[in-house]
């Protein structure tokens, strides 16, 4: 899978007197616009200024890494089926969709600690399903480059209520 189109959804972008092209990027955890008073100035200035497409969801499992969450896929993880509660619904992580440019992703890789040797996320293409309509769409993601937890799994996959829940 290639990197999103701006054609597939994606909307300009007001920059430098003129109209960058902008790519959709899922978010779930401290880049959600709900959530951004959590994060550094400068990716809180790109989701501050850029538009909300609204909520998604992502076929993942939801991890609390302490001061931040992570995702990671279903089949990236060996003992997934022995994490998951067993009442529960498929795997799905809560998040928004955010259109960004390219800069703007160079700005929120630095944040997600993306590149290098070990990073610790890496920024994925993949599909999410859009809550408003149903409707899948290709974008970037940030998927954590490392085995979580085991005792951090977010059952529910929502890291705003998770907060809710434990207080912080």
């Known amino acids: ?83 998951r509660p067993a009442s529960s619904q498929p795997s799905r992580v809560i998040g928004d969709l955010l259109a960004v440019t390219d800069g703007d992703l160079e700005v929120l890789d630095t944040y997600e600690e993306c590149g290098g040797r070990n990073p610790l996320y890496r920024r994925e293409c993949r599909t999410v399903t859009c809550c408003s309509d149903t409707k899948p769409i290709e974008c970037w993601i940030y998927i954590y480059n490392h085995e979580p937890p085991a005792e951090g799994l977010i059952p529910h996959g929502d890291y705003r209520r998770h907060l809710a829940e434990h207080r912080r």
Do not use: K, W
Not at 9 to 35: D, H, I, K, Q, S
């Open 1 to 83: 899978m290639g990197a999103p189109r701006a054609g597939a959804g994606a909307v300009g972008v007001a920059g430098a007197g003129e109209m960058a092209a902008a790519f959709p990027l899922f978010v779930y955890g401290t880049l959600r616009p709900c959530l951004i008073h959590r994060a550094t100035a400068a990716p809180r200035q790109v989701v501050e200024t850029r538009t909300h497409l609204g909520e998604a969801v992502f076929a993942g499992l939801l991890f609390d890494l302490g001061e931040y969450p992570g995702v990671v896929e279903d089949f990236a993880i060996e003992s997934a089926n022995a994490r």
